[in-house]
């Protein structure tokens, strides 16, 4: 594992896992590790969150994607620049949080400040976190999808083209828009769905569903 930047080397008391995410949001329910992929297959912005040895931080990305489904795995683009690769390197684990619409003001602001240069980020922008029930990684209030991951080493992928593969250990979703392995944004508020980024600040919601009824529906 490697050691944080500093002003960042603290020496803080490290907080067990536990098996319920302590603090949770109110609609908050577990998501079976073989629909993990499910998550993220729609192509959402997602906020990636680290922890080590207490500090933590949360950033933005708008590539991520389900890899695999047993073990399920996901990747994500995480740039040498920014604050929470040191802390994913150090810990050696990661969450993505699927942000709502919600939430896309705070999106741009934690993807575009960095904490490198600002500590005092998350406060800034009204980040508010609780813990994940098996890595360092905290995760965000007010997201519709959470996802707990263990980085799989890749030193090759990682240094050449900052890809980070980790493997699924915990998977969480707002039962109100996921539930029985699928999202279902047709039966809740607008602003409870997920954000895809274009650019230049602006993202699409999730929109109208599609459905095509088949064997294997």
């Known amino acids: 594992m490697r050691s944080l930047p500093p002003p960042y080397h603290l020496a803080m008391e490290t907080h067990l896992p536990t098996p319920w995410p302590a603090g949770h949001p109110d609609h908050f329910a577990t998501v079976p590790l073989a ?8 192509g959402p912005t997602v906020l990636v969150s680290a922890g080590h040895d207490g500090v933590v931080n949360v950033m933005a990305a708008a590539w991520s994607m389900p890899l695999d489904f047993n073990p399920p795995k996901v990747a994500v683009v995480i740039d040498k620049s ?4 040191h802390l994913i390197e150090a810990s050696g684990s990661f969450a993505l949080n699927v942000p709502s619409r919600a939430l896309a003001e ?24 609780f813990a994940a ?44 828009v996921f539930h029985g392995g ?35 529906s």
């Open 35 to 42: 629909h993990a992929y499910r998550l993220l297959n729609h």
């Open 106 to 129: 705070l999106t741009v602001g934690v993807g575009t400040e960095s904490a490198m240069t600002n500590p005092a980020k998350l406060r800034l922008h009204g980040v508010r976190t």
């Open 182 to 216: 699928r999202w279902h944004f047709e039966q809740a508020p607008d602003h409870l769905r997920t954000l895809h980024y274009v650019a230049g600040g602006q993202f699409y919601a999730t929109g109208q569903s599609v459905r095509v009824e088949n064997d294997h």
């Open 82 to 85: 920014t604050f929470t690769r």
């Open 133 to 176: 029930s098996q890595v360092s990684a905290p995760l965000v209030q007010g997201c519709v999808g959470w996802l707990e991951c263990r980085v799989l080493p890749e030193p090759h992928n990682q240094q050449t083209h900052d890809l980070f593969i980790g493997e699924v250990v915990a998977a969480w979703a707002d039962p109100r």
